[in-house]
């Protein structure tokens, strides 16, 4: 069939004006569908083309999808369609030459791709142009046009084609970033709605719990904020017990066999509940199976939602939600329900930290009580040794600190427990106190008493919260015995008696009842050590009176050959030998000696002898003897040589003395003097590290309080701003709270050495820092004549800065704040004096001004934490001072206080 001839086209001007007007309709195109609107109408029109279509690349980019058609009949079948990117179709091919095809006589096209027609089922157009779109090198589809006639394309027709694809690539470009970044604001708006809500939740929650610190009831309002943000969610919070989740609080639209369910715990291993355990995050499950978690009773619920909360770092709450209505949970739906867990999670967080900063600080506190109540134990040791005295006010310090019940102390003596102190009566009243008693006092067998053989042999004391009756006598006997604590008592290193505390009335034994018990029982110990040294230093010294006094005891006598011609009985015994070992010889060879001339005597005319390390005698009072055995033993001699009348020495008389326990004496008071450093630096440290740590995440608190003030000023409200201000004020206490507990800390920590301050020029100093508010409350100060002291110049100058600046703080309101500061110098320490016509202080308050953190009036009318007169205090003490005060109400104060004098020149 012969070729029809090509249909007339545009002239080259009608072209231009083609891209014209379409270059002004792809500037208002505002999507993909506009854009191949106006690109294939006019290239129809201009070409007189019957057809045309645009294919674009996926988001893979292996497969060509037609996008928009142009002229075809409807429902008629083209040859255009979706299939792989690849060579084998005009398409993949113009794209992969980077470069327009063209196909202008009938067959040209089959002829090029033969199966093209039997692959797409179409019949292939008489003639076709294929023209490949790029945007930045990147490909993004083709322009096809179809001709039922043949066609020549011409030269400004191709200009036109490749103009008009470049166009539409362009313009596709611009569409698609329109739609993405249409879509992505959606997105964005969805996601800030989802926030906002959340943050709504969140706000709701931390403002419905305030400052209230009961786990159960915050677990309640965190339920009752999500019920208001999503009544269509059930809630339940459990708590781990065991093996078991059991719920503490729910919802109010859970049925009783829900409930009753939760109540009785679910299994710790439940697939869900152990998979949000595992992952340690969020868990939602949509098309949520009950009967699979063990509550078949939950089983109209579609989604559920397992959310973990995470308290000091420890698994222990899980907070979950579930919904009937739908199957699958909404975003929003899980944002709003984190935001809520996670206030949950920060109160619940907060009142841990709380509660163990409470135990901390009474844990610091009933240690220093304890260790201040037992320093009565242990002031006046070198009079005081009897232990059962001793003991006995260990038991009285702590039952002091308890309610009532009664103290025992055991000793093993003679195959039984024997009760030798004792602190109370055995019971509430007579009956209970006498059938006891006896028991008591009759002893037990070593195997028998739980309480008593359970920390003798884990050495570990044993708290029994709740007293098992019949474990150590007859459980008739002890019905109103409820706690008992049995801790073993050490003596260089040694158990030698069990203490017990027994309570009437039920008590878990809190960390701060077993630091009290812990330090006394301890301190006890060292005691009992410096007690029995000081009882073994008098018995020596007495021993040594006694030689000293007594031929015969721990005396012996050497001639010239350095032979024993005399040896007391002590002295044999000292040595190992015996009367028998010297039957019958006149001269006893015990002891090697060597003289002041430096003569030795021959070492091999003694036979049996006993040696001194460094072999002279004379120097030395800590020389070594050996025994018999050949055992050394440390010794205390005096050695006295026997001149005859031609001033030659025949001999000495030596008295020596075993002073083995005595050393041991020594090395444990030694020891008992580090323990109680080394407890003193302990505290020390636990209050700088405390102190010091905690300040990081207040610094945290307090930035961020301060960025959000910042970055949403203007669309807070009154009550979130009121809220932010609270912060700030808290954060700011807070941290002169450990700024000042540091500084209490350092007094000990950073000492200087002690060497002579000239107070003259520290008062100065502390004028000059004081001026500020000397000039603020128009204060006159009046400084006596200083004297020069012995001390650490930076801790007198706070000691003397935080006495005035006390004195101006807490002037009188009706009167011109005067202050006086004098000394007076004495023997070896002087005394100073800080005083003022303040508001004074009542007379029962005046030791416990002293003590760190104790405030006698509020923050509203007196600034400051209650610690400056805490470290005036220990600032003296270190010194070697004491600090004490005489106050008037309404009239003043004067603070006196003592430090060393410094030495006078010879």
């Known amino acids: ?20 007007d379409v270059t002004e309709a792809l500037a208002a195109a505002t999507t993909p569908a506009d854009v191949f609107r106006v690109v294939l109408e006019p290239a129809l029109q201009a070409l007189n083309a019957v057809a045309g279509a645009v294919l674009l690349v996926n988001r893979a980019g292996d497969r060509l999808e037609i996008a928009a058609t142009q002229g075809h009949e409807k429902d008629a079948q083209t040859i255009w369609q979706d299939g792989p990117l690849d060579g084998n179709v005009p398409a993949g091919d113009a794209l992969k030459r980077h470069e327009p095809l063209f196909f202008e006589h009938q067959g040209d096209l089959t002829g090029a791709y033969p199966e093209l027609e039997e692959r797409t089922g179409a019949i292939a157009p008489v003639a076709n142009a294929v023209l490949p779109m790029f945007l930045d090198e990147a490909a993004l589809g083709t322009v096809v046009l179809d001709f039922k006639a043949p066609h020549h394309f011409t030269a400004a027709e191709i200009r036109f084609l490749r103009t008009l694809a470049g166009q539409c690539a362009l313009a596709l470009g611009r569409a698609q970033l329109t739609t993405d970044l249409q879509r992505r604001v959606q997105e964005r708006t969805q996601q800030l709605e989802e926030q906002r809500a959340a943050l709504d939740a969140f706000v709701a929650y931390k403002t419905a719990v305030g400052s209230e610190s009961d786990a159960l009831t915050l677990a309640c309002q965190a339920v009752q904020v999500v019920r208001a943000s999503l009544p269509h969610v059930s809630v339940a919070y459990y708590e781990l017990d065991g093996d078991l989740w059991t719920a503490r609080a729910w919802s109010d639209d859970l049925s009783p066999e829900i409930i009753a369910q939760i109540t009785a715990g679910v299994p710790r291993d439940a697939p869900n509940y152990a998979e949000a355990a595992r992952l340690q995050a969020p868990h939602f499950v949509d098309g949520w199976n009950a009967k699979a978690e063990s509550l078949s009773s939950a089983t109209a619920y579609g989604a559920a939602g397992f959310l973990p909360l995470f308290i000091g770092g420890e698994l222990r709450v899980l907070f979950t939600v579930g919904t009937r209505q739908a199957r699958a ?55 005081e040794v009897d232990e059962p005295t001793l003991v006995g006010r260990a038991q009285e310090l702590v039952m002091s600190l308890l309610t009532p019940g009664y103290a025992l102390y055991y000793e093993r003596r003679s195959g039984l427990w024997r009760n030798t102190v004792q602190t109370g009566e055995l019971g509430r009243t007579p009956a209970e106190a006498g059938a006891l008693q006896a028991v008591v006092d009759a002893g037990f067998p070593y195997d028998g008493p739980r309480s008593l053989v359970v920390p003798w042999t884990t050495r570990q004391p044993f708290y029994q919260d709740e007293y098992l009756r019949g474990g150590d006598t007859d459980a008739a006997l002890v019905q109103h ?26 008590r878990t034994w809190t960390g701060t009842d077993k630091a009290v018990m812990v330090t006394v029982v301890r301190s006890l110990g060292l005691a009992l050590e410096r007690a029995r040294g000081m009882a073994e230093l008098t018995r020596m010294s007495r021993f040594n009176e006694l030689v000293l006094s007594s031929i015969g005891e721990g005396l012996t006598t050497i001639d010239k050959q350095g032979r024993s011609t005399l040896a007391n009985p002590a002295a044999l015994k000292m040595l190992g030998y015996t009367k028998a070992d010297f039957l019958g010889r006149p001269q006893h060879p015990l002891i090697h000696h060597s003289y002041p001339d430096g003569s030795p005597f021959p070492m091999e005319a003694c036979g049996i002898y006993a040696g001194f390390t460094g072999g002279q005698m004379h120097r030395a009072n800590d020389e070594v003897f050996w025994r018999k055995d050949g055992s050394p033993f440390p010794v205390e001699y005096t050695s006295t040589p026997i001149v005859n009348e031609a001033g030659e020495i025949e001999g000495s008389v030596l008295v020596f003395r075993d002073i083995t326990e005595r050393q041991q004496a020594v090395e444990t008071l030694k020891q008992a003097n580090e323990d109680l450093r080394r407890s003193n630096a302990e505290l020390e440290q636990f209050a700088y590290v405390a102190s010091h740590d905690l300040q990081e995440p207040l610094r945290t608190v307090t930035s961020f309080s301060q960025l959000l003030a910042l970055r949403y000023a203007g669309q807070i409200d009154e009550k979130g701003q009121n809220y932010i201000q609270f912060i700030s004020e808290g954060t700011e206490r807070m941290a002169q709270l450990l700024q000042d507990l540091l500084a209490f800390s350092r007094v000990a920590s950073e000492a200087g050495a002690h060497q002579p301050v000239d107070m003259r020029g520290t008062l100065a100093q502390v ?78 308050y005046f030791e416990r001004i002293f003590t760190i953190f104790q405030r006698l009036h509020t923050r509203q009318r007196y600034e400051g934490s209650g610690i400056g007169l805490s470290i005036v205090r220990k600032i003296v003490e270190r010194h070697g001072g004491q600090v004490w005060l005489e106050s008037t109400p309404e009239v003043g104060t004067t603070f006196y206080f003592t430090l060393p004098a410094a030495q006078r020149s010879a």
Not at 1 to 19: C, G, I, K, N, V
């Open 329 to 383: 949970w909404q975003e929003r739906e899980k944002a709003l329900v984190q935001a809520v867990v996670r206030g949950l999670e920060l109160t619940l967080e907060r009142t841990e930290i709380t509660r163990r900063l409470k135990e901390q600080n009474a844990e610091l506190d009933a240690r220093a009580r304890a260790l201040e109540g037992f320093a009565d134990l242990t002031r006046d040791l070198s009079v």
């Open 1 to 20: 069939m012969p070729e029809q001839p090509a249909a007339a086209t545009a002239s080259p001007s009608a072209l231009a004006e083609y891209l014209q």
């Open 481 to 506: 015995v409820s706690t008992v604590a049995s801790l073993p008592v050490f003596v260089n290193g040694a158990i030698v008696g069990i203490i017990c505390f027994v309570l009437f009335d039920a």
């Open 767 to 844: 004028v000059q820092d004081l001026d500020a508010q000397i000039e603020r409350t128009g204060a006159q100060l009046e400084v006596g004549e200083m004297p020069v002291v012995r001390g650490d110049a930076s801790q007198l100058r706070q000691l003397f800065q935080n006495l005035i600046a006390n004195a101006l703080k807490f002037s009188h309101p009706e009167r011109t704040p005067v202050v006086r500061v004098e000394a007076r110098q004495g023997d070896n320490m002087v005394q100073f004096s800080v005083q003022d016509n303040g508001i004074g202080i009542e007379s029962e």
